[in-house]
C-alpha cells in the first residue's frame, strides 16, 4: 500500500474526514483542520523546490490549521506519527494538568522519552522537567505523560543590564495524550526556578503555526526559512543537505516561527 493509501486507510475511518484534491495534491479534512501527505521521491533538488511549493500553495487554500506530513516521517516514527496524527482528530487521553506534578529528570529519562515521543527526539539542553500524574486518573500513578527541555542561558548587555534568554528547545506529550494546561504548568516551573528574562522558541509550520505558544503569552518575531534535506530510502532518515554531491532523495521542509517570551522588569 502507497504511502498516502496508508493514510487513507487510518483517517478515513472517522466519518468526519473526508478527502479532497487541491491543487493537484491529496488532501485529508474535517471541519477545523486539514492533512497534506507529501511523498518523498524528488532525485533532485530542483525537484523537491517544485514539490515545496505545490504544496505551501495548497496550504494556503486554507483558512483552518493544516499539518504538512512528509513521508520519512511517516516511515521512520510510524506509530508515534499515526498516535499523533489521530489526536489532532481529537482521539486521544485527555488529562488535565492539574492532577500532575512537575519534577527535574535527567538526560537518559527525557532522551528515551522524547525518542519515542517528539518527531526531533532528545536535544542539547541544560534542563529537563517531566510531568508526572500524581494519582491514577485514566492512567496509573506516576506515570510521565510529558516532557519539557530547556537550554542553558545566553547572556548580553543591554544599555547595562545583564539579559538572559532561554530556548524552549522541546515539549511533547505521549502522542495520544493531551495534557490539558501541560505546557503552561511546564513553563510555569521552570519560570519560578530559573528566573529568566526571556524564553525564546520555535514552533514547527509542517504541525502548528504556534497557537498554544501564543496562549501562553509568547509573541511571534518572524519565520526561520525552510531547509534542504536528504532522505535515504532505505531507513528514511533524513540529512541536512550540505554541498554537491549527496545522494538519496531530497526534501525541502516548510520553515518555523520564531516565538519570544518577555519577562524580565527591564523590557529590552
Known sequence: MSFTGEIRKLLLKNESVRETLVGGNVVFESEDLAVIPV???????????????????TRQQFSKPVIILPQD??????????????????????????????????KPT???????????????????????????????????VAVSEFSAPR????????????????????????????????LKAFIKEVQPDDIMTYADLEWSDGRAYRE????????????????DPVNWYRFPLRGEGASGLYYRNFGSIKYRLKLGAFKY
Open 39 to 57: 511523498p518523498i521521491s524528488a532525485r533532485t533538488l530542483e525537484d523537491a523546490i517544485a514539490v515545496h511549493d505545490s504544496i505551501l500553495k
Open 110 to 144: 527525557a532522551a528515551a522519552f522524547l525518542s519515542d515521543c517528539h518527531s526531533y527526539g532528545d536535544a542539547s539542553c541544560r534542563y529537563r522537567y517531566g510531568l508526572f500524574l500524581k494519582r491514577d486518573y485514566k492512567l496509573p500513578k506516576g506515570t510521565m
Open 155 to 186: 547572556r548580553w548587555n543591554k544599555d547595562g543590564v545583564i539579559v538572559s534568554s532561554y530556548e524552549w528547545v522541546r515539549y511533547a506529550s505521549l502522542p495520544d495524550v493531551r495534557v490539558v494546561g501541560g505546557m503552561g504548568k511546564v
Open 73 to 106: 516521517r511517516w516511515m521512520s516514527s510510524g506509530a508515534m506519527t499515526r498516535s499523533r496524527l489521530l489526536a489532532h482528530f481529537h482521539a486521544f487521553t485527555s488529562v488535565f494538568a492539574r492532577f500532575c506534578e512537575v519534577r527535574r529528570i535527567d
Open 216 to 231: 501562553l503569552g509568547f509573541e511571534a518575531e518572524g519565520e526561520r526559512g525552510s531547509v534542504d534535506f536528504t532522505v
